[in-house]
C-alpha cells in the first residue's frame, strides 16, 4: 500500500535556510507541499534557494533572521507572519561550531557556539511557541491550531566528541530544551522533537572527507560512510506531519548508528 504524507496547507519557517542542511530542509518541506520562509543572515543565498523553490513549483519567502539578536528574532516572525500567515512548523536548525581541544576555548569561542546553538534556538522556538500557543488557545486566528517544531541538534548532544566540546555541550542543552518544551507544551498539541544528525557530507565539509584526517574519521563510522542531505528527509516531513500527533519529545539519531 502506498503512503504519503501531505503538508500542503501548511506554512514552515526554516532557520539557518541559506545552506547546508537548512537548504536541504527547506526544499523537502516545498516538495511535501508546504509553503516554506527561507530564514538566516545571507540573504543573497535566501535568494537563490527561493528561486531554484519557485522553479519547482513550490511557494518560499524570504526574510532576514540573526538569532542572536532578539529583535531580529521577533522581527522575521512578525514579518512571516504577516506575508504568508501563521507558523505551523518550524526547522530550528541555525548552528555554528569551533573546533579546538577544551583547554584552548576562549570566552569568544564559547559565547559564539553558546549565543547561536542555545540562546538563539530557544528564542526563536519561544517567540513561534507563543504564537501557537495563542491560537491553540483561541486568543489568535488561524486555521491550524497546535503545531510542530523540530529542533537540529546533533549527535555531538548524545555522544562526547573530541576538539568540539563547547559544541557538544550546546547541542546537549539543545537535546535537554526540546524535552522541556515538549513537555510544557504538548497539551496545547504543539509538538517538539528534535533530530541529531550524524556526519553529513554538505557543501561546508565536502573537502574535508577527501584528506587524510577526514578519511580516518570516516574508517571510524560504523558503516565507513558519511550521510547526505536527503538522507533525513523523510525523518524531516514524518515530524513535520500532523501523522506525528503521538510523536512529543523524541530525540531521534540520524547518524547511521555512531552514538551506539
Given amino acids: 500500500m502506498a503512503y504519503s504524507l501531505d503538508l500542503s496547507g501548511r506554512i514552515a519557517l526554516v532557520t539557518g535556510a541559506s545552506s547546508g ?125 497546535g503545531g510542530r517544531i523540530i529542533n537540529i541538534a546533533s549527535v555531538a548532544g548524545l555522544k562526547v566528541l573530541p576538539q568540539i566540546g563547547a559544541y557538544c555541550m550546546s547541542k546537549a542543552a539543545v537535546v535537554q530544551m526540546t524535552k522541556v518544551l515538549a513537555m510544557e507544551w504538548g497539551r496545547f498539541g504543539i509538538n517538539v522533537n528534535a533530530i541529531c544528525p550524524g556526519y553529513i ?29 536527503q538522507d533525513l528527509d523523510a525523518l524531516l516531513v514524518m515530524l513535520a506531519s500532523g501523522e506525528s500527533g503521538f510523536i512529543n519529545g523524541a530525540i531521534v539519531a540520524a547518524d547511521d548508528g555512531f552514538a551506539l
Avoid at 543565498?45 to 540573526?66: C, F, N, P, S
Avoid at 559564539?112 to 538563539?120: D, E, L, Q, S
Avoid at 573537502?207 to 542531505?229: A, I, S, Y
Fill in 201 to 229: 557530507d554538505t557543501e561546508i565539509n565536502h573537502h574535508h572527507w577527501g584528506t587524510e584526517q577526514g578519511q580516518k574519521l570516516v574508517n571510524m563510522l560504523p558503516r565507513k560512510r558519511v550521510g547526505h542531505p
Fill in 21 to 145: 542542511l537548512g537548504a536541504q530542509f527547506a526544499k523537502t518541506l516545498s516538495r511535501a507541499g508546504a509553503a516554506v520562509v527561507l530564514a538566516s543572515r545571507r540573504i543573497e543565498k535566501l535568494k537563490e534557494l527561493r528561486a531554484e523553490i519557485e522553479a519547482e513549483g513550490g511557494d518560499a519567502h524570504v526574510v532576514a533572521l540573526d538569532v542572536t539578536d532578539l529583535d531580529s528574532i521577533k522581527s522575521a516572525v512578525a514579518h512571516a507572519e504577516t506575508e504568508v500567515g501563521s507558523i505551523d512548523i518550524l526547522v530550528n536548525n541555525s548552528g555554528v561550531s569551533t573546533t579546538q581541544r577544551v583547554q584552548d576555548v576562549t570566552e569568544d569561542d564559547f559565547d559564539f557556539i553558546f549565543n547561536t546553538n542555545v540562546k538563539g534556538s530557544f528564542f526563536v522556538a519561544q517567540e513561534v511557541g507563543k504564537r501557537m500557543l495563542a491560537r491553540a488557545k483561541g486568543s489568535a486566528p488561524g486555521s491550524f491550531t
